[in-house]
């Protein structure tokens, strides 16, 4: 367990649960969309709890499947000009360039795409069970990202599982509020963007090479990097804050606070 209270676990645990918030955001909105187009506010409650709970189960039972393949480095699986390839050399390695690419593509929409709140479509009522379906699809495609962003910041499983519980019960909670704070300060989802951008180059490195990987610290670095900028950020915000500069907006929908946090006490 002393392993767990070490400098660099504890580190890693707070930019993981932090890193998941943030991003994790997107993921409650579009949960939070589709929750809104049920009928009953009792089928609300219902499918809200259901999310909660099996979004928690599923990243727990994923990131165990992912400690175990991280615990089969050195069997190789086949070799490429004399190199060999384990299973978890073959997932850091895909897990690293798809996040490069999510991240990108994230980026890309978020600043050039269309803008989801430009045009308020008249909603069309949905069934509990279609709702519960669409939700766990939707879950499934962000929960995929929320592992291999765990895999790449943190070492060991339990510190993984606690800030994807910690990370998930702070989205359900405050989502409103995060998700309007965040939208009043764009540049902390960029630079979270960035972040896993930095995380996949540094999952492909460890793939190819476990060994150089550990040897320069590659973790040490992003770390350094993650804190450096959120605390130029800070500044940023507090100078923006005194100035009353314009701020960006990003192409994302965005949670009405007001009602959200009514519908949010409803759904407790």
């Known amino acids: 367990m002393e392993h767990l209270f070490t400098s660099e676990s504890i580190i890693s645990f707070l930019i993981l649960v932090i890193l998941e918030v943030v991003l994790g955001i997107d993921n409650v909105i579009f949960v939070s969309i589709i929750l809104n187009r049920l009928d009953k506010i009792k089928d609300q409650k219902t499918a809200r709890r259901l999310w ?108 993984m599982i606690a800030a994807v519980v910690i990370a998930m019960t702070v989205m359900f909670l405050f989502s409103p509020k995060i998700s309007a704070f965040i939208h009043k300060h764009p540049t902390l989802k960029m630079l979270a963007l960035s972040f896993l951008v930095m995380i996949g180059l540094s999952l492909i490195i460890e793939g190819w090479d476990s060994e150089a990987a550990h040897e320069l610290k590659l973790k040490n670095y992003i770390y350094f990097g993650m804190a450096f900028s959120f605390v130029v950020e800070l500044l940023n915000m507090v100078m923006r804050k005194r100035m009353h500069t314009r701020v960006v907006k990003l192409n994302e929908p965005v949670l009405d606070e007001k009602n959200e946090d009514e519908f949010f006490e409803e759904a407790k």
Not at 65 to 71: A, R, V
Not at 78 to 89: N, V
Not at 100 to 123: R, W
């Open 52 to 159: 909660m709970i099996t979004g928690i189960i599923s990243r727990s039972l994923l990131l165990i499947g992912l400690g175990w393949l991280l615990s089969q480095k050195g069997k190789a699986v086949f070799s490429i000009a004399g190199k060999g390839f384990d299973l978890a050399s073959i997932v850091m390695l895909l897990g690293g360039l798809f996040l490069i690419y999510k991240s990108v593509m994230e980026i890309h929409h978020k600043l050039e795409g269309e803008d989801p709140n430009a045009t308020k479509q008249k909603t069309k009522k949905i069934s509990l069970g279609n709702a519960i379906g669409q939700i766990m699809l939707i879950d499934a495609v962000f929960s995929f990202d929320s592992i291999i962003t765990a895999g790449g910041t943190a070492k060991h499983v339990e510190i």
